[in-house]
């Protein structure tokens, strides 16, 4: 039933092949999904990804959609290099938009430049929060962090869900479970005049360039990628495995948080129940396919982005459920994981005759 | 005071059900060596696939479906990990991913529709037993059958050569093929049978205990099962044990107004989560128990022979 064979050395060639593969046979799955559904697959790829990029719109959506994952991504990335699987983002997004509506609600009303600032530091303080609460449950007690970010996030949803329901429900709106409009100066500013996106982007691009000194030339990068590819030789060096942990979860907490909180005060504007498209999962499939790689996942983060949008436009012009994005998303990863085998392994090579031989024998003793 | 506590402890017992299941079917994978972290998304493909087939031929048709579609599910995760090789964690997070957009992808067609479910059935004589008769033996059929299932997963384990080959290659996989199992095969089906369990537990769900279908219905209790392995140290009594708790607690913050404990209900609903952290602190904190009950292989890749 096994198909591969160990290769001498892993494939430099696949490693950077291997996503636009896994995006190729996405494609043609969903191709044939679209097929299943009586639509033309042509028709929905035009849909899909480029009738959304007609306009500049189009192009404001895509990097308003792309800003939140690209940044998530990065402060996963760090963490999946050191092995330590932060899958609870979702939450500490949620907890970052929380943090960061908290001080919007209370300074409304007042006016000055540090009201934005502080809400994003907010949303930072939040998500680090979140993040550092799995970490110190692993270090101290040994708790599986992919279980507990994972249930800190249900937390976080639930939370959220008695704020906007309870204390922070806009005493002047109607019974629906949102808070207060925020006001101007807990705003960010579009950049273009009418376009959604805004001045949050920013954030997200000067993070990019930060996470590539830091992964490529700082000391502790090294660090938490040796943790991750050869626990027994960071021990035997002295790198810290409970400092690997720490740093992981706070630094994926604290982009998380800063996303939230850049979701909440930029095109939401509020704080709602449905305040998050799932950005924080998406982020996981965003770091794998930009190979935990600053600029790769810059690169995948559009993708996904234009995934998300082409799943809205679907929904509105082909009348397909925008569930569907998810489900290209799965198989995006599934895809991606199955090309990853080809780095370190390739096709058996044994030809057929052998082996038929071989079975001859055994099957006559 | 019993009295009030009877209905109590009954709906504790379907509000488990779901969890007796898919922690039962986790727990037989990883005991071949194999982590799934894709239960939820099993779970929800097990739900809708058994909807919509309940729709059609009753409550026992959509438990089959569930057992099906969520061993079929489990297929693409097996070939990824067990004939490729990939990383597990991240293989079954994908398969969580897929299984909630392919759920609510085909459930949209299902969305406001609604069944019938099931009426509990009191088996005679058992449940005339005081106590413990209302509680355990006035259930719907599928609640008996989850005793069913932790009967035979437990025989299995403990007492027969599957259990042993199973565990086998579980601790050891070079060993076990050293003598001649086949190690990939033995963890195809160990990892379908856990599909097929949290199909189960889906189907439950939507077909008995909810009953009908709502996008992401299962709300982590998917992963909820796979803490409680954890929990159960990968013993079937003490999972059972774990789920019941699990499910006192979703039933207790029902009735926790009631009892007049006045917090708001969005953070009940919070309990079993924070609930399921806590346990895994506990029973984390003591490395040596977790080592010595692990499957020594779990998680790790089977390469060689095969």
Redesign the interface.
């Known amino acids: 039933m096994q198909i591969l064979e160990p290769r001498g050395n892993p494939s430099q060639l696949m490693r950077w092949l291997a996503p636009p593969l896994a995006i190729m046979l996405t494609l043609l799955a969903a191709a044939a999904i679209f097929a299943l559904l009586g639509k033309s697959p042509l028709q929905a790829f035009y849909v899909f990804f480029i009738e959304p990029l007609e306009y500049a719109n189009g192009w404001s959506e895509l990097l308003l959609k792309a800003s939140p994952l690209i940044l998530i991504a990065q402060g996963l990335a760090l963490g999946f290099r050191a092995r330590v699987y932060n899958i609870g983002a979702e939450g500490q997004f949620l907890l970052g938009a929380i943090c960061a509506s908290g001080v919007a609600i209370y300074t409304d009303g007042m006016t000055g430049w540090w009201i934005l600032p502080a809400m994003v530091l907010a949303g930072a303080i939040g998500g680090g929060l979140w993040g550092a609460l799995p970490a110190w449950l692993k270090t101290h007690y040994n708790a599986e962090e992919t279980l507990t970010t994972l249930m800190l996030g249900y937390v976080a949803s639930y939370l959220l869900s008695w704020l906007v329901g309870g204390p922070w429900r806009d005493p002047a709106g109607t019974n629906f479970p949102q808070s207060i409009l925020f006001s101007e100066p807990a705003m960010f500013a579009p950049v273009f005049e009418g376009l959604r996106l805004n001045s949050s982007v920013f954030i997200t691009a000067l993070a990019v360039p930060l996470f590539w000194l830091f992964v490529s030339k700082s000391f502790m990068a090294y660090q938490l990628a040796v943790g991750g590819e050869a626990p027994a030789a960071a021990r035997y060096a002295g790198f810290s495995a409970r400092r690997t942990v720490w740093v992981s979860l706070i630094v994926s907490g604290v982009t998380a948080g800063i996303a939230g909180a850049a979701e909440a005060a930029g095109p939401v504007g509020q704080l709602t129940l449905s305040l998050s498209p799932g950005y924080g999962f998406a982020a996981i499939i965003v770091a794998w396919v930009g190979r935990l790689h600053p600029v790769g996942i810059v690169l995948s983060g559009l993708l996904l982005a234009l995934i998300y949008i082409g799943g809205e436009a679907a929904q509105v012009s082909m009348q397909l459920p925008s569930a569907i994005s998810w489900l290209f998303q799965g198989m995006l990863l599934f895809f991606l994981l199955g090309a990853d085998a080809f780095v370190d392994f390739r096709l058996k090579r044994r030809p057929l005759k052998l082996w038929l031989k071989d079975r001859a024998k055994e099957q006559e003793a | 005071m019993i009295e009030q506590l009877i209905p109590i402890l009954a709906t504790t017992l379907a509000a488990a059900t779901p969890l007796v299941f898919a922690g039962l079917g986790e727990l037989v994978t990883e005991k071949s060596g194999v982590i799934n972290?894709g239960v939820e998304?099993m779970m929800l493909v097990g739900a809708i696939a058994g909807f919509a087939a309940a729709l059609h031929w009753g409550v026992a048709g959509g438990i089959v479906a569930g057992a099906v579609a969520g061993a079929l599910a489990a297929l693409?995760f097996c070939?990824?990990t067990?004939?490729?090789?990939?990383?597990q964690?991240?293989?079954g997070?994908?398969?969580?991913?897929?299984?909630?957009?392919?759920s609510?992808?085909i459930?949209?067609f299902y969305v406001s529709q609604s069944l019938p479910g099931l009426q509990p059935y009191a088996i005679p004589l058992l449940s005339s037993i005081p106590l413990l008769g209302p509680v355990f033996f006035e259930q719907s059929a599928v609640v008996y059958l989850s005793y069913l299932a932790f009967g035979l997963v437990a025989w299995m384990l403990a007492r027969t050569r599957w259990g042993l080959i199973l565990r086998a290659v579980g601790e050891s996989p070079e060993a076990a093929h050293a003598i001649g199992y086949?190690v990939?095969?033995i963890r195809?089906a160990a990892t379908c049978f856990g599909g097929a369990m949290a199909g189960i537990a889906g189907a439950y769900l939507s077909t008995v205990y909810t009953p009908l279908w709502v996008?992401n219905m299962t709300?982590?209790r998917g992963?909820?099962a796979?803490?409680l392995v954890?929990f159960a140290t990968w013993k079937p009594a003490r999972l059972m044990l774990g789920a019941y708790l699990f499910g006192g607690m979703t039933i207790l913050q029902l009735h926790a107004q009631g009892f007049g404990v006045d917090l708001?209900s969005?953070?009940l609903?919070?309990v079993p989560?924070?609930a399921?952290?806590l346990v895994?602190?506990l029973i984390?904190?003591d490395?040596k128990v977790?080592l010595l009950n692990l499957p020594a292989s779990l998680g790790k890749p089977y390469?060689s022979?095969?």
Request: glycine content about 16%; overall charge positive.
């Open positions: 972290l998304g693409p070939f990824l067990l004939s490729l090789g990939t990383n964690p991240a293989t997070l994908a398969l969580t991913i897929f299984g909630i957009g392919l609510a992808f459930g949209q086949h990939i095969g195809y996008q709300a982590g992963w909820i796979v803490a954890v708001p969005q953070l609903a919070a989560y924070v399921t952290i895994l602190v984390s904190r490395r977790l390469i022979g095969g």
